[in-house]
């Protein structure tokens, strides 16, 4: 599941994204903090998307799981990673997202 986010996230899968985040989903990403769902899902929206997705490594414990991998667009390469915390141990619904670029 972690993988899924991950990709959703990155490649704009704003379907995927609203079954997943809880409506009061909080959003760190290194900038600003988004707090809901709603607002996740406009930033997502309003990003350019990747021509591929490559995920290194997708790991979850409990209820916490940790991706990492490369956005490619056209000739940049974009690395990232997120840290995913899940409202309980079955992760279907995410509780909070920590993301970082470089």
Aim: with cysteine.
């Amino acid at each position: 599941m972690v993988e899924n986010i991950a990709v959703a996230m990155e490649a704009k899968d704003t379907e995927f994204l609203s079954d997943v985040l809880d409506p009061e989903t909080v959003w760190n990403d290194g900038i600003a903090s988004l707090t809901s769902a709603e607002q996740i899902l406009s930033q997502v929206s309003s990003r350019s998307g990747p021509d591929t997705v490559t995920i290194d490594h997708a790991m979850s414990h409990g209820k916490v799981g940790a991706v990492n991998g490369i956005s490619i667009n056209g000739e940049i390469e974009q690395r990232f990673c997120y840290v995913i915390e899940f409202t309980s141990t079955k992760c279907n619904r995410v509780r909070r997202l920590e993301s970082y670029r470089g």
